[in-house]
């Protein structure tokens, strides 16, 4: 069976790998290039190339054979894909906010998911924390943007 893939989505794909190279407090340096040259399957300026995109959108895509917690964890993944596709304002202090309440989000759906199916307790007390602190930092950004962001 073919799946279509909205060009709103592959359009965000080709952006995303740029966002992700920054640091974010917490997460380390995940996604930063490698001292030799570009992540594998990056080409110049954080575009990904066709096939890596391809690949990844597959990954992402429910399959009959997941278990509970890779369906639910695909699940989250795509939210955050969709909900990450807000136009860009050209104010990058807006921009940054609007992007990353999404991404937090994401990362608070996922931290629910590992709190349902996690096994191990360290698992389970980081995905609490997570979802602790990603909370905080979207009230955050929210209340910014209110006080901030064009009417």
């Given at each position: ?8 989505l592959?359009?965000l ?43 990844m ?5 429910p ?6 917690s890779?369906?639910?964890f ?11 596709a ?12 609007t ?5 937090h ?16 307790e ?13 909370e905080?930092?979207?009230a955050e950004?929210?209340?910014w943007?209110?006080k901030?962001?064009?009417k």
């Open positions: 069976m073919t799946r279509s893939i909205p060009t709103a592959i359009l794909m080709l952006a995303l790998p740029a966002a992700a190279q920054s640091s974010h407090q917490g997460h380390g340096s995940h996604g930063a290039p490698a001292a030799t040259g570009a992540p594998k399957g990056q080409t110049g300026a954080g575009a990904m190339s066709m096939e890596s995109m391809q690949t959108m597959k990954t992402m895509m399959s009959p054979g997941d278990a509970a890779t369906k639910d695909k699940s989250a993944d795509m939210k955050m894909m969709h909900d990450m807000v136009p860009y304002t050209g104010n990058p202090d807006i921009d940054f906010r992007k990353m309440i999404p991404h989000q994401g990362a608070i759906d996922m931290a629910k998911v590992a709190l349902a199916h996690a096994k191990d360290t698992t389970k007390s980081l995905a609490a924390q997570i979802i602790k602190d990603q905080r930092e979207i950004m929210r209340e943007l209110s901030n962001a064009p």
